[in-house]
């Protein structure tokens, strides 16, 4: 028998893939345990979702930890390993951003907030981070804490599109405003750029002359709740042939 993978998630909202990813562990198609669930939002659905199937949650609330700095940021308040030059020369999400200063404005409220989540995330024992529906940047600091191992990524997320194609946050909207007659949504690992990483899977549809974005929004979706799930059991499923090639 295959041994299970230990899998995080974070979430954003209502937490509709993360229901399929629970519902795949819970029915044994994948083999996988979710050791937790965390938010930058208090009080959404997928926390109730995690909840009810008796995993841990917890909210590093981001809007709020903005909203501090704003005020101000000292450098107490900054993590102790936190390099500011290190992650400039990395980030390759934020270039659109005006000026320098609301650059390391970014990187170091996202730092305050991301050690939050690593100090909880790195208390388990974790094969893989999957984002399921995080709508937060990962910067760089964050990454590197979690993918330790040069070549070998840990985080994985889901787009509404067929990457290369459509990055950014509204795949199935910039899918359905050019007219194409397919969609689809991609598994991907996380890297320093936009929806940049190594694709692990894809899904596709046809997109009727008569659909609407809410269609469209549809339809990617039934997709992403099958294809989040095989794209876990073939993380685990590497995991497991390099046990058995030791």
């Not at 659905?45 to 909210?59: C, H, M, N, Y």
């Not at 290190?86 to 390391?104: D, F, G, N, R, Y």
């Not at 990962?138 to 067929?162: Q, S, V």
Request: aromatic share 8%; net charge negative; proline share 4%.
């Amino acid at each position: 028998m295959s041994k299970k993978i230990n899998v995080g998630t974070l979430i954003s909202g209502g937490g509709t893939n993360l229901q399929a990813i629970i519902d795949a562990c819970q029915s044994n198609l994948i083999d996988a345990n979710i050791l937790f669930t965390g938010s930058d939002n208090p009080g959404v659905k997928g926390l109730e979702r995690a909840q009810k199937a008796g995993i841990d949650t917890f909210v590093v609330d981001y809007a709020g930890i903005i909203r501090s700095c704003k005020k101000g940021i000292n450098d107490a308040d900054l993590p102790a390993d936190f390099n500011l030059e290190e992650i400039l020369s990395k980030q390759k999400l934020v270039e659109h951003i005006a000026s320098k200063e609301q650059i390391v404005f970014f990187l170091k409220t996202r730092a305050i907030a991301e050690r939050k989540l690593l100090d909880i995330i790195l208390a388990y024992d974790m094969d893989l981070l999957v984002l399921a529906g995080f709508m937060r940047v990962l910067t760089p600091y964050f990454i590197d804490r979690i993918n330790t191992e040069p070549g070998i990524y840990k985080i994985m997320n889901i787009h509404p599109a067929l990457l290369p194609s459509f990055p950014g946050t509204d795949g199935y909207g910039d899918t359905f405003r050019y007219g194409c007659k397919i969609g689809g949504c991609t598994v991907h690992y996380i890297d320093y750029g936009e929806d940049t990483g190594p694709i692990i899977g894809q899904k596709a549809f046809a997109i009727e002359d008569n659909d609407t974005l809410d269609d469209i929004k549809k339809k990617g979706l039934e997709k992403e709740w099958e294809l989040f799930p095989q794209c876990i059991q073939k993380f685990a499923d590497s995991q497991n042939k390099k046990s058995r090639n030791k």
